[in-house]
T-cell receptor, first 114, second 112 residues
Framework: DGGITQSPKYLFRKEGQNVTLSCEQNLNHDAMYWYRQDPGQGLRLIYYSQIVNDFQKGDIAEGYSVSREKKESFPLTVTSAQKNPTAFYLC?????????????FGPGTRLTVT | GESVGLHLPTLSVQEGDNSIINCAYSNSASDYFIWYKQESGKGPQFIIDIRSNMDKRQGQRVTVLLNKTVKHLSLQIAATQPGDSAVYFCAENGDAGNMLTFGGGTRLMVKP
C-alpha cells in the first residue's frame, strides 16, 4: 500500500529535550510538509520541502528544524527552543507540477512535553 | 492578513439528511480549493477539490460549490451518515500559489 507513515503515534518528552518526529512516504512525491495542529484550530505550516536537500520555513518555523536527505523522508526535530511544543503534528506530501495538487496526510504524532 | 474562515463551527444534522458546510475566503487570487475531512485523532483525508475555472464539482455523495463573486465555498454531503461525523476543513492556495492555507474547521455531528 502507498501512503505516508508517521511514528510514533504518541510521544512524551521532558521539557528541555529535543525530539525527532519521523515521516516517510512511498508515493514518490517530491514535496513534503510539516504542520502543527492545536485543539480546535486549523493547520499551521512549520516547514516544507519541494525537492531533496532543500527546504523552506513556513509560518511557525521557530524552535523546529528539518532535513531532507532522501525523497522518502522528512524528519522534524522539535528543539528545546520551541516554547509550546505540545501539539498534534501532521506530515503531508504532494505531487509537484504545473498545477497545485492536493496534499496527502499521514496519521499524525501527538507530542506531549511536560 | 487574508485568511480562510468558516461560518459555523459546529453543525448537527439528522442521519439521512443533507449537510452543507460553508467556507468564506477573502483572497481573490486563490484559484485552487480543497475540502478535507478529519476524524478524531487522525490526519486529514482529502475529499474533493475544485479550481477557479469551475463553479461546481461532484464526487461520491459530495458536491463542492464555488461562488467567486462572493468568495464562498461550500461542501454538500448527501444522505449524511454517522461515518460522516468529523471536522471538515477548507483550504485555498491564495497569494502563495503553491501552498495551502487552511481554515479553522467545522465539526459535523450526525444524529442517529
Amino acid at each position: 500500500d502507498g501512503g505516508i507513515t508517521q511514528s510514533p503515534k504518541y510521544l512524551f518528552r521532558k521539557e528541555g529535550q529535543n525530539v525527532t518526529l519521523s515521516c516517510e512516504q512511498n508515493l514518490n512525491h517530491d514535496a513534503m510538509y510539516w504542520y502543527r495542529q492545536d485543539p480546535g484550530q486549523g493547520l499551521r505550516l512549520i516547514y516544507y520541502s519541494q525537492i531533496v536537500n532543500d527546504f523552506q520555513k513556513g509560518d511557525i518555523a521557530e524552535g523546529y528544524s528539518v532535513s531532507r536527505e532522501k525523497k522518502e523522508s522528512f524528519p522534524l526535530t522539535v528543539t528545546s527552543a520551541q516554547k509550546n511544543p505540545t501539539a498534534f503534528y501532521l506530515c503531508a506530501s504532494s505531487i509537484q507540477g504545473r498545477l497545485l495538487r492536493e496534499q496527502y496526510f499521514g496519521p499524525g504524532t501527538r507530542l506531549t512535553v511536560t | 492578513g487574508e485568511s480562510v474562515g468558516l461560518h459555523l463551527p459546529t453543525l448537527s444534522v439528522q442521519e439521512g439528511d443533507n449537510s452543507i458546510i460553508n467556507c468564506a475566503y477573502s483572497n481573490s487570487a486563490s484559484d485552487y480549493f480543497i475540502w478535507y475531512k478529519q476524524e478524531s485523532g487522525k490526519g486529514p483525508q482529502f475529499i474533493i477539490d475544485i479550481r477557479s475555472n469551475m463553479d461546481k464539482r461532484q464526487g461520491q455523495r459530495v458536491t463542492v460549490l464555488l461562488n467567486k463573486t462572493v468568495k464562498h465555498l461550500s461542501l454538500q454531503i448527501a444522505a449524511t451518515q454517522p461515518g460522516d461525523s468529523a471536522v471538515y476543513f477548507c483550504a485555498e492556495n491564495g497569494d502563495a500559489g503553491n501552498m495551502l492555507t487552511f481554515g479553522g474547521g467545522t465539526r459535523l455531528m450526525v444524529k442517529p
